[in-house]
């Protein structure tokens, strides 16, 4: 499978994964509907600002769960946007941020690893 296709693939599970556990689904809606969708990915620029912002918000409130949710959002925003070959892109380790992340999130939500593992491993 091609490198994109498989990043897309996997974040639709990841995303999926952690959908009904989040009490903020603002932006993770959009990511959701983003990643299908490879004409707006030049988009997920604007998007990964306003995640971060909420990560701010909730680093300073030190929501570890609210936290642990925005920080994986950037990086599949900033991932997006950088596949869709725009100009400025983020940092090029971007898609690789995203497993620490899902780790991270999952435990944050108390959920076990290995229901990221099956994801990313598939």
Same mark, same amino acid.
Do not use: G
């Given at each position: 499978? !091609?490198r994109v296709?498989?990043?897309?693939? *996997?974040l639709?599970?990841l /995303?999926? /994964?952690? +959908?009904? !556990?989040?009490?903020?689904?603002e932006?993770l809606? =959009? /990511?959701?509907r983003?990643?299908?969708d !490879?004409?707006?990915?030049p988009?997920? !620029?604007?998007l990964f600002?306003?995640i971060?912002?909420?990560?701010l *918000?909730?680093e300073r409130e030190?929501d570890?769960a609210?936290?642990?949710q925005?920080?994986f959002e =950037?990086?599949c925003?900033?991932?997006?946007?950088?596949?869709?070959q725009?100009?400025?892109?983020?940092?090029? *380790?971007?898609?690789y941020?995203?497993?620490?992340n899902a780790?991270?999130?999952?435990r +944050?939500l108390?959920?076990?690893?290995?229901?990221v /593992? =099956?994801?990313?491993a598939?």
């Amino acid at each position: 499978m !091609h490198r994109v296709a498989r990043i897309v693939v *996997d974040l639709n599970r990841l /995303l999926a /994964l952690f +959908a009904p !556990h989040c009490s903020d689904r603002e932006t993770l809606d =959009e /990511l959701v509907r983003m990643v299908s969708d !490879h004409t707006v990915w030049p988009k997920a !620029h604007d998007l990964f600002q306003r995640i971060r912002r909420k990560t701010l *918000d909730a680093e300073r409130e030190r929501d570890r769960a609210l936290a642990a949710q925005y920080l994986f959002e =950037e990086v599949c925003a900033k991932t997006l946007y950088n596949v869709s070959q725009s100009p400025a892109p983020f940092d090029a *380790d971007s898609p690789y941020w995203i497993v620490p992340n899902a780790f991270a999130f999952a435990r +944050a939500l108390r959920m076990d690893d290995s229901r990221v /593992l =099956e994801i990313v491993a598939a």
